[in-house]
């Protein structure tokens, strides 16, 4: 099997556990990769030889992204409604339903290469997992497909088919729907089930419910809670134990305690509150309160459609008061976590060879330079994908 030996890295991040700090940094470093795995990690002085030398140049290299929650299969452009959100219109969840209108009358072959287009997009700026979710379809053939369609892309996918009820149908005949035909035609293409719980979608019995059906299917769950208004879905998902739970911007004393007290992540999603003008969760409150946080993308055609997990980085430390290097954990190592994935988010021997080269000294600049396109290379499972 060839070996590759990335050495002159100035800074490496590798959130092993094992090492000092939160990132486990290492500097003047090398890392070998082997296959698609990382082989050895250490002071470049100390590297093995190897079949190919990589020159860092000083660079520093951090995990690839995990991004744990998007939504990037649909059609359409919703552009207008930005606007029109951005001059003085509120968001609310019923969005949703212009998306799912053209996501139907979209041919199979134009999801796939509209997801294609996305994920090469996040590749770009240096995501290296991601979870797509269903969610725009909200019938039994169109959840299904849009599964298939994701699971070309991705190992995690999540059914969705409670995001929203469809214009033309009671909430019961809904929930029916979705925990009978549409859940046995989406599971065999689906790892996760996850309900948009709110005021405007479904409620906490209703979660529950489509929750435990999914569960009975060997579907795991996660929830979207707690994102326009108070609510029980935050203290739901820890009461099932849920991996995670998603959004967190509208919490309680007591939501904190639930969370506290769980293993339940909180995924905060700051690109949406950036794109919709609503208050961004505390998480400098949740950290200090000691509950587990990751960061992911939420990229969607409706309230957030930012692909860019550096973007989230650089709002979680100017907006939320996260340190840059509690912003890089959570949208990598937490982000892994967050789909109870050990193999990714971090750079140790055994682990996936994903890793991102950045064009600056340190993974700081980050947050340091917001907007600026800071990914050098990429590499999946050990091969090179850009650079
Ligand atoms: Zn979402």
């Known amino acids: ?136 379809g909200l019938s039994v053939h169109d959840e299904a497909r849009s599964l298939a369609v994701a699971r070309q892309f991705t190992e995690e996918t999540t059914f969705l088919g409670a995001h929203v009820v469809p214009a033309d149908t009671s909430a019961e005949a809904y929930v029916d729907l979705v925990t009978g035909p549409m859940l ?5 293409h689906a790892r996760w089930i996850d309900v948009f719980c709110e005021d405007g979608a479904f409620d906490v019995d209703q979660a529950r419910t489509i929750l435990a059906a999914g569960s009975a299917s060997g579907l795991r769950g996660r929830l979207h809670a707690n994102q326009l208004t108070y609510g029980g879905g935050v203290q739901l998902a820890c009461e099932l134990g849920l991996v995670a739970v998603d959004h967190c911007t509208f919490l309680s004393p007591l939501d904190v305690e639930s969370l506290r007290d769980s293993r339940t992540i909180a995924t905060l999603l700051p690109g949406v509150e950036f794109s919709t003008r609503q208050p961004y969760p505390d998480a400098r409150g949740l950290l200090d309160a000691g509950v587990r946080i990751a960061l992911a993308s939420d990229c969607n055609p409706g309230s957030c459609f930012t692909s860019s997990m550096a973007l989230c980085i650089a709002l979680a430390v100017r907006e939320m008061r996260m340190s840059p290097a509690e912003a890089l954990h959570a949208a990598t190592a937490m982000g892994a976590a967050a789909l109870d994935r050990d193999d990714v988010g971090v750079l140790a021997p055994g682990k996936a060879a994903d890793l991102v080269l950045l064009d600056a000294p340190s993974y700081v600049h980050l947050a340091y330079r917001p907007g600026v396109p800071l990914v050098a290379g990429v590499w999946q499972a050990g091969r090179p994908t850009l650079g």
């Open 1 to 136: 099997m060839t070996t590759t030996v990335i050495t002159g890295i100035g800074e490496l991040v590798t959130n092993d556990p094992g090492r000092e700090g939160l990132l486990g940094l290492v500097h003047d470093a090398a890392l070998v990769v082997e296959g698609g795995r990382i082989a050895w990690v250490g002071p470049a002085a100390e590297a093995p030889e190897a079949d190919v030398q990589v020159d860092a140049g000083g660079r520093a290299v951090i995990p690839g992204f995990v991004d744990s929650h998007s939504h990037l299969v649909f059609a359409g452009d919703r552009s207008a409604e930005f606007e029109a959100r951005m001059t003085g219109q509120p968001y609310t969840a019923g969005g949703i339903r212009t998306t799912v209108a053209r996501t139907r009358a979209a041919s199979d072959e134009q999801l796939t290469s509209h997801v294609a287009r996305l994920v090469a997009e996040m590749r770009a700026q240096g995501t290296t997992t991601l979870e797509i979710k269903s969610g725009y």
């Open 184 to 188: 046995a035609a989406a599971a065999p």
